[in-house]
């Protein structure tokens, strides 16, 4: 039987976690794709399904590397989750999706935008281009 190896962290560089993704759409099934295609590539995903359970997360101890909404929900839209969101959290890189992409003109903040419907190796590309791969990489 060959022997196992296990990578370890460089001495003094500790292991980074997955990339943490906080993503909020009122539709299950984008939730679900997105969410699937997500963990599988190797991201950390918190799904909900409101702008009101995402700023509950937010408000909490959670690492959150990424905000990932859509802009159309009801009561609380996406862009005024994203201006919440940066009350709360400053730095936090926010991704606004619409099939709309004229509505997330004009929010006040800043943030990267992805047209919807979108297929999901366009999901990943943009993401990847804000944080990066999962583990960091």
Do not use: C, W
Not at 78 to 90: T, Y
């Amino acid at each position: 039987m060959p022997p196992v190896f296990h990578a370890e962290p460089a001495p003094g560089k500790p292991a980074r976690s997955p990339r943490t993704i906080l993503l909020v759409d009122d539709e299950a099934l984008v939730i679900l794709a997105s969410a699937m295609i997500l963990k599988q590539t190797g991201y950390r995903v918190f799904e909900e399904h409101s702008a009101a359970g995402a700023l509950s997360l937010l408000r909490g101890e959670e690492l959150i590397d990424l905000l990932v909404t859509d802009f159309s929900m009801p009561g609380m839209d996406g862009g005024q989750l994203a201006r919440a969101s940066k009350e709360l959290r400053p730095d936090l890189p926010i991704l606004i999706t619409s099939g709309y992409m004229n509505s997330t003109l004009g929010i006040g903040i800043s943030h990267h935008t992805l047209g919807k419907p979108y297929l999901l190796n366009q999901l990943l590309g943009a993401i990847e281009k804000i944080i990066g791969k999962p583990q960091g990489g």
